[in-house]
């Protein structure tokens, strides 16, 4: 088990290199994204430019590029961007964590209740109009663009109706849940409903198919026949079981959320959250910034990836050796 | 798997109605964008690629600018003419360009279409080739191709996509022989493909570790015949409905992919317009001409819901155990 | 200038979709119930907070080089010179700020002595020494500031500190004599615009052992009205009142209004437009969207102010790269763009007017003039897409790739769209490369990148027809190959630099001259047509309910610190 688990951590850092390398190298293999003369700024002249060039180290070999890069991102932790000079990049996303984790957490209970509940009527409801009505409100979640669904919802609730039935949502933004907890809920209930619609939709798909494939068990079987009640098997027992493939999926969904899947939804909503700093840090091809929050992210990823799989190879021995 | 289980799937395909339906609304949709030229020659009489800043329009029997400059208080800011609801001319307004916002959208859709159908299949094949040569080779080539997947995987797919797409729209792409300029409607084909492939390729590469342990095959392996026919007559046929049902779901994942790249102004490239880019387009609208954005959001809803109702159809007939 | 120099304001070139009605701010208006009323100590008080969507890079003040900071700048950092900090016409007048008076000019124009005022101090405590003023001219080269090599070249010793800058001395050409209280300036040239060069922010006047690095997100000190008490780029940046300030000169550095100006960042226009109409905040600096234009314009009308500026928005055709190496081939893109449809695209009439000539008007050399209008005329009224058509033919260019490279934003992009549609009608085919705003501007400088046509923009550094000709268009300015060569035409005609360097001599001597000359200028160039103006951009400032006083410098635009918030 230990060993398996060392294994597991050394494949983890290994990806995370990998990514690193391959994010540094395809943006410096990219023309025009140089970044002295944007920090030199207009117009500067040559020998300006030279001179920033080296500052930043941009005249250096490749590889040595790249093993600074590292060393301040990792070591001595005082990476700074390209673009707001003497802005350090990872308290920046230190800063930024806190609204993504809010933003995620929020939709995943909003998601999960749902999912659940929607997932088990319709197999409750099996044979009757109520499972395909779920299961198409199901797929018609997981079939709208989430960032279009962001913009028709800002549409509605801060301008077509904000002067009638929405005239309690605040304005696009975040407030820190220990400033105001109310104005924290506030600001984000459309966000997360949002983000949940997709996910709910997912879930509750997945969930009723384990449901009923579990409900043809012979475990089930037997409870029927001792007498049990429907509702009771349904829930006690099949729910149960039903919940373990849900939890991992869970598990990697999360992960990947928090290491900035949410990008979009942050992006509508104007969230200063990881996804947006990301994906300001795309616009301005600001490196540092795109360094950090990608292996963030896939730190995130193979976090929950590793996470999952350990906990998979606790409950199944065979696990360990596929 | 010989002809007989592919009749008996098809035959459960077409009893499923909810499958046929989704079918029916996919052709429909399909049919419209391919009239694309037809509704913009013959009934709307414009050039969806031209603008028409300065052009104007008769609604009502008047006529009026298509891009109105304001006229009230200190006159600031142009807004498109909206919706005049008669086809034959700005059935959806226009958009900041003058142009006919419902053309667009059918000439829209089959970029869209296009591009989920072959970044769709595209992903599926190459996924296929992976899974299955991980899963058959197994020893370093298992562990090199599963790990470069754990790369790929391990980077949130609009993350991925989308510094794949900085980089390809500001430079293009040679590989090899062939050359894709920036602008091509292939960078958001092949990026959306690659990104997807650990997705498929994962299951197929279990599925083919599995196999590959059964009797018959090692059975196979053992009288001498080639990798090559092992992996032909054995290991395709069953690995074929696992990647089938697979398509028409990662069509409509590419579709909205595709939409989220554009919309991110990262995906098709002006002057060429997908569902995406209108809905980009009418961002800059939304408070003044909310059509432009809604309706091209709407076509991808209807789209990928059909998409995705025919893809449970597909894997309901291919695997009747999973209903 | 670099209105937008770096990354985070590019933003606002961009969206500069706004900026409208005719000179509203110049009314007399305006203009009496601010400078010439004294300061109405009623008004004194209340937090500004002021929005924009992103931070603007580093706070050092000689290294910014954005419009967003050297705006805040006016109220916090000071130079030998000053631009007078008024409404109007008149903020493009150099004033003595931490001088005395206005320098003594010997030597041909090549010596300036200043005196420093008595008493002044920064906001550590510290008294301002003439040893401060050498060390933050040496430091203008330390820190590699922007405009080392272009304003600050001529100072004797220059040469030495650009190319070696961590051992800068400037012991010849910055000289302080402490009991005298003077430092004298020594240029290898005469320069008529060196005073103007003075008044922007990479000349401020810092504390001598200040880092000699560029000083990033950490706050150096202040001798003006306010300092900085905390900044962060994702969150805000905090002024507060600098407290050894006294008003020396009103015109230089004002009194301020407000005890607290906060700039925040980080929310989409949208919803900073928003919250300036509910009164959460005072003031947005980013271009207001264009769904949102109509709405300010008429339920918000009393709050919007809109003044033209001293830039132009245009098309730099490559002059070393087919088709645009033929003559003919450039006018037809002169006579073809409909400069109507791109003040359209820009937000209309208002927010934008048809520019034909490179200087724009209101500044110093502008010329009515219009090479390239149908019917002929001083100012454009009209594209002639026959005679286009015509020229593209007649150059033998016709079916030739032009690629176009734009900024990715709304306004942009819906321009560069317009601009391919015109060159396949002329007879181009045309492709479409909208490039992320940071990119595309240095992207576009680049010879190798192989650009054919790209749309740009330029906005003012100090009033000086200079500062757009000699800046843009002359053979220094074109650097092969680098990322930094601001001449993107790469223009370089051997007549017209020559009559570019008489304009600069005869400024020295006879500024009058000199004006007429570069007007004349301004129009030998558009005959060659290596580049296309388009538009003269208008700016929209949309401020709150409570604030009042509001005045619009031509150089820095809305003075922060006059505002009153209650």
């Known amino acids: 088990m230990l060993l398996f688990a060392v294994r597991r951590l050394a494949s983890a850092v290994l990806v995370l290199f990998a990514i690193s390398v391959l994010v540094f190298l395809i943006f410096f293999a990219t023309p025009g994204v140089d970044p002295a003369a944007r920090i030199a700024g207009r117009n500067a002249d040559p020998a300006t430019l030279a001179q920033v060039r080296h500052s930043f180290g941009l005249d250096r070999p490749i590889p040595i590029r790249y093993a600074l890069m590292m060393r301040h991102l990792f070591i001595s932790r005082d990476l700074e961007s390209f673009v707001n000079r003497g802005a350090k990049v990872i308290p920046q996303i230190v800063q930024a964590t806190p609204v993504t984790l809010s933003l995620v957490l929020g939709a995943a209970v909003i998601w999960v209740l749902f999912a659940v509940l929607m997932g088990t009527v319709a197999a409750w409801r099996r044979g009757t109009v109520a499972d395909p009505l779920i299961m198409l409100a199901g797929v018609v979640g997981i079939s709208l663009p989430v960032y279009w669904l962001g913009e028709v919802v800002n549409l509605i609730t801060q301008s077509r109706l904000h002067g009638s039935v929405f005239s309690w949502v605040p304005p696009l933004g975040y407030v820190s849940l220990t400033d105001d907890p109310g104005q924290w809920a506030l600001h984000l209930l459309f966000p997360w409903l949002t983000l949940a619609v997709l996910y709910a939709g997912i879930y509750a798909r997945l969930l009723r198919s384990e449901l009923v494939a579990n409900l043809n068990e012979d475990y089930v079987r037997t409870a029927r026949a001792k007498g049990i009640s429907e509702r009771r098997i349904l829930i006690r027992h099949a729910l149960r079981c039903s919940l373990i493939p849900i939890v991992s999926l869970f598990g990697l969904d999360f992960g990947a959320l928090v290491g900035g899947a949410a990008l979009l939804t942050e992006v509508v909503f104007g969230l200063p959250g990881v996804g947006k700093l990301t994906y300001d840090a795309l616009q301005t091809v600001d490196l540092p910034m795109i360094m950090a929050t990608v292996i963030y992210a896939a730190f995130f990823v193979v976090l929950a990836n590793a996470v999952v799989d350990v906990l998979y190879a606790r409950l199944d021995p065979r696990a360990r050796h596929a | 798997m010989s002809a007989g289980p592919w009749r008996i799937a098809a035959g459960h395909l077409a009893r499923n109605r909810a499958a046929m339906a989704g079918v029916a609304v996919f052709v429909v949709i399909a049919l419209a964008c391919l009239a694309a030229p037809l509704y913009a020659e013959h009934v709307a009489h414009t050039d969806p690629f031209r603008s028409n800043v300065s052009g104007t329009t008769v609604v009502d029997g008047r006529t009026v600018q298509v891009l109105a400059p304001s006229s009230t208080g200190l006159g600031l800011g142009v807004t498109p003419i909206g919706p005049t609801w008669d086809p034959g001319h700005y059935f959806l307004g226009a958009d900041n360009q003058g142009r006919d916002v419902l053309a667009r959208l059918l000439y829209g859709g089959r970029n869209s279409l296009f591009i989920g159908l072959i970044s769709a299949l595209l992903c599926c094949l190459i996924a296929t080739a992976v899974g299955v040569l991980a899963g058959y080779a197994g020893g370093p080539v298992d562990a090199l191709l599963s790990r470069t997947l754990d790369v790929v995987w391990s980077i949130p797919v609009y993350l991925l996509a989308i510094c794949l797409s900085v980089i390809l729209l500001t430079s293009g792409l040679r590989l090899g022989p062939i050359t894709i300029s920036a602008g091509s409607l292939w960078v958001p084909i092949l990026i959306i493909a690659v990104v997807y492939v650990p997705y498929v390729a994962r299951p197929v590469r279990g599925q083919v570790v599995a196999l590959r342990n059964r009797d018959y095959i090692q059975a196979a392996i053992g009288t001498g015949a080639s990798d090559v026919r092992v992996m032909r007559r054995d290991v395709l046929p069953n690995i074929l409905p696992t990647a089938i049902v697979f398509v028409p779901i990662m069509m409509a994942l590419d579709m909205l992919t595709e939409s989220a790249l554009s919309f991110l102004s990262v995906g098709v490239q002006p002057p060429d317009a997908s569902w995406g880019t209108i809905i980009n387009d009418g961002l800059g609208l939304l408070y003044t001409r909310p059509a432009v954005t809604i309706a091209p959001g709407l076509c991808i809803a209807a789209t990928a819901v059909a998409l995705n109702v025919l893809g449970d159809g597909v894997r309901d007939a291919l695997d009747p155990g999973a209903r | ?566």
């Not at chain 3, 209105?3 to 606002?12: D, E, H, S």
């Not at chain 3, 004298?184 to 000349?203: G, M, N, Q, R, W």
């Not at chain 3, 110093?364 to 897409?385: F, M």
């Not at chain 3, 000199?514 to 580049?531: F, S, T």
Request: aromatic fraction near 10%; glycine fraction near 8%.
């Open chain 3, 1 to 566: 200038m670099a209105r937008k120099a770096l990354p985070g304001i590019a933003l606002i070139t961009t969206s500069l979709i706004l900026a409208g009605c005719s000179g509203s701010s110049s009314t007399p208006a305006t203009s009496a119930s601010g400078s010439t009323a004294g300061f109405q100590s009623q008004h004194k008080g209340g937090t500004l907070k002021l929005l924009a969507k992103s931070a603007a890079g580093s706070l050092d003040p000689q290294v910014n080089y954005t419009l967003q900071y050297w705006q805040l700048y006016q109220a916090m950092y000071d130079g030998l010179m000053a631009f007078k900090k008024v409404d109007g016409q008149a903020s493009f007048t150099p004033v003595p700020d931490l001088a005395e008076a206005a320098p003594q000019v010997s030597d041909g124009g090549k010596t300036y002595v200043f005196k420093l005022r008595q008493g002044i101090k920064f906001s550590t405590g510290a008294a301002l020494t003439t040893d401060d003023v050498v060390a933050s001219f040496e430091r203008i080269f330390k820190v590699s500031s922007p405009t080392a090599g272009t304003f600050y070249n001529g100072i004797v010793g220059a040469d030495a500190c650009l190319t070696k800058p961590a051992t800068c001395s400037l012991a010849k050409g910055v000289v302080g004599d402490a009991t005298a209280g003077t430092v004298t300036i020594h240029l290898t040239a005469p320069d008529s615009e060196f005073l103007y060069k003075l008044a922007v922010p990479h000349a401020s006047i810092l504390p001598k052992g200040s880092p000699a690095k560029d000083a990033g997100t950490t706050p150096l000190p202040t001798t003006g009205p306010y300092m900085v008490a905390s900044y962060d780029p994702n969150r805000e940046l905090k002024m507060v009142r600098n407290p050894n300030f006294s008003e020396w000169s009103h015109d230089a550095e004002p009194q301020a209004y407000p005890d607290e100006i906060d700039e925040s960042f980080g929310l989409t226009v949208e919803a900073e437009v928003t919250a300036v109409q509910n009164g959460q905040a005072d003031w947005v600096f980013d271009p207001p969207p264009a769904d949102r234009l109509n709405e300010l314009g008429t339920t918000y009308a009393s709050q919007v102010h809109v003044n033209p500026l001293t830039a132009f928005w245009y098309l730099a055709l490559n002059t070393n790269l087919a088709p645009f190496n033929n003559e003919a081939a450039r006018q037809a893109i002169s006579w073809a763009v409909d400069r109507a449809a791109v003040v359209r695209l820009y937000g209309g009439t208002n927010l934008a007017q048809p520019a034909c000539t490179i200087l724009p008007p209101g500044l110093p050399g502008h010329v009515d003039s219009c090479a390239y209008t149908a019917g002929g005329g001083a100012t454009w009224s009209a594209p002639d897409l026959a005679k286009a058509k015509q020229l593209v033919q007649q150059s033998g260019t016709a079916g030739q790739e032009v690629g176009v490279v734009v900024q990715d934003d709304t306004v942009n992009k819906a321009m560069g769209e317009y601009l391919q549609s015109v060159l396949n009608e002329i007879g181009y085919q045309a492709t479409l490369k909208p490039l992320s705003a940071d990119i595309q501007f240095t992207y576009i400088q680049n010879t190798k990148n192989k650009v054919q046509l790209s749309l740009t923009s330029w906005y003012q550094d100090y009033p000086a027809a200079s500062d757009f000709i000699n800046v843009l268009l002359s053979c220094a300015s074109f650097h092969p190959g680098s990322d930094s060569s601001i001449n993107i035409s790469g223009f370089c005609d051997k007549g017209i630099d020559g009559q570019i360097q008489q304009a600069l001599t005869l400024a020295r001597t006879d500024p009058q001259a000199a004006d007429k000359l570069w007007g004349q200028i301004d129009q030998a160039i558009m005959a060659k047509a290596p580049v296309v103006p388009l538009i003269n951009p208008k700016l929209v400032d949309f401020t709150s309910k409570r604030v009042g006083n509001y005045q619009f410098s031509k150089q820095f635009y809305m003075l922060v610190s006059q505002l009153w918030v209650q």
